[in-house]
């Protein structure tokens, strides 16, 4: 019974730690689109705001299993999260690289 408790625990910290970092990697993008308004600023906080929603709702999916899914609709659930997530990486790592094709570095006087 305690190794259940363990791990519950260690996987409602590693929730609440993902979801931090989705948030500063949302507040990071953001101040990217702040200072340089580009195309790859844009998509990197598009990318990094669609993954945390998905990362919400496939929360909320997994709250809600035990109650109201089906085996087959929380397969589908969780395969359609985990490809909207991947795709909202892919939008935040094209603008990434879109970001650091267009990077001109200035000379610090």
Known sequence: MNSILDIDFLQATLQILYVFFEI???????????????LGTILMLIGAISSFA?????TIIFALSDFLMDLDLFELSLDTMFTLQA???????????IFAKNYTKVPVK
């Open 24 to 38: 500063l990697a949302i507040i990071a993008c953001g101040l990217l689109v702040k200072k340089s308004s580009s």
């Open 54 to 58: 998905t990362t919400i709702m496939r």
């Open 87 to 97: 795709l909202s990486y892919g939008l935040l790592i094209i603008g990434l690289f």
